[in-house]
């Protein structure tokens, strides 16, 4: 069946229509803000979206299967405390050590809170909302009580090289980055696993009835998503060289309105890292455009509130 040009046109903007409103906002952001494409000011953006990738692209594995996951801010705050308190015992770390203790503390907490959820989720069928709202309020305060409010600081200088360190002229997160979403995007495209994640998510009992075990499925999600938490966590920690138990407060909603601004759907099935990766290089790009207007942060938190709520619509519009 012949169709318009108009109708073509149409068809196209409603298929593209977050990467036509990255051009329209990266246009628009260039004109009123000239600061912003300035080559210093393109790689602060990537560097302030670095740890909310992270977080970002576990979150989408999860929502992915029609999941939810509220905890990954605090697991993030719990494996900052544990990294900044174990680097302590190795006062004369080099970026070996230091690279190796991150790496440990994302396995170990993110593997030991990211299992009991999954536990909870995929065997005792637990709704993830519960479950994870629980996980976020057992992390954050154990962080708390650990350290009894207090900033853990006197880290070596060594440990904060993946946070605030180069290779060449671009930094060490900005890579550490990249290498996990051209990851994810594999297993998420390439591997059996990947499309078993979009089969539960589709239709759970169609899985189920195809031999997909949903439980297993489930729980590398849910561990999956902790673990990448609990390095964006240890890598913040890097970064602030310091161990704050407040600290990733908030990063559930950015990593959600990043998966959900992208075009993943929240009902779990369609979507991937791409279609994150674009809704974290827009929402980085409002906040820092945003940030050279002088705009409150209190304004860009009501902004982030606004766009999840206008992605989440968009979503369900398409679907219908």
């Known amino acids: 069946m012949s169709t318009n040009p108009a109708q073509q046109i149409g068809r196209y903007a409603k298929e593209n229509s977050m990467a036509l409103f990255f051009v329209a906002l990266i246009l628009i952001a260039a004109v009123f803000v000239p600061r912003f494409i300035e080559p210093t000011n393109l790689v602060n953006v990537m560097m302030q979206i670095a740890i909310n990738a992270l977080l970002a692209t576990g979150m989408t594995f999860v929502i992915l299967t029609g999941g939810i996951d509220l905890s990954v801010g605090s697991v993030a705050a719990l494996a900052g405390i544990v990294a900044t308190v174990a680097i302590k015992y190795f006062p004369n770390a080099g970026i070996f050590t230091g690279l190796l203790v991150i790496a440990a503390t994302a ?22 909302f519960i479950a994870t709202l629980a996980m976020m309020s057992v992390a954050r ?30 930094p060490v997160m900005v890579i550490l980055m990249g290498i996990v979403l051209i990851a994810a995007h594999i297993v998420l495209t390439r591997t059996c696993f990947g499309r078993y994640v979009f089969a539960v998510g589709s239709n759970e009992e169609v899985a189920k009835l195809s031999g997909i075990n949903i439980v297993k499925i489930k729980f590398y999600v849910y561990t999956i998503g902790a673990v990448l938490a609990a390095l964006g966590g240890a890598a913040l920690a890097s970064r602030l060289q310091a161990g704050q138990p407040n600290a990733a407060q908030g990063y559930e909603l950015n990593a959600i309105a990043a998966v959900a601004m992208g075009g993943t ?12 990766t674009l809704g974290l290089v827009i929402i980085g790009v409002i906040n820092n455009a945003l940030s050279l207007l002088g705009v409150s942060s209190y304004w860009q938190t009501i902004t982030m509130g606004v766009i999840i709520l206008v992605a989440v619509i968009f979503d369900q519009n398409k679907e219908n």
């Open 107 to 128: 396995l170990v907490v993110g593997g030991i809170c990211g299992g009991i959820m999954a536990y909870n989720i995929a065997k005792l069928k637990v709704s993830p």
């Open 141 to 170: 305060g154990l962080a708390y009580v650990y350290t009894e409010s207090r900033p853990v600081f006197g880290l070596p200088d060594s440990f904060s090289w993946l946070g605030i360190g180069y290779i060449g002229p671009i």
């Open 265 to 276: 759907s929240m009902s779990g099935g369609r979507g991937g890292i791409i279609q994150t």
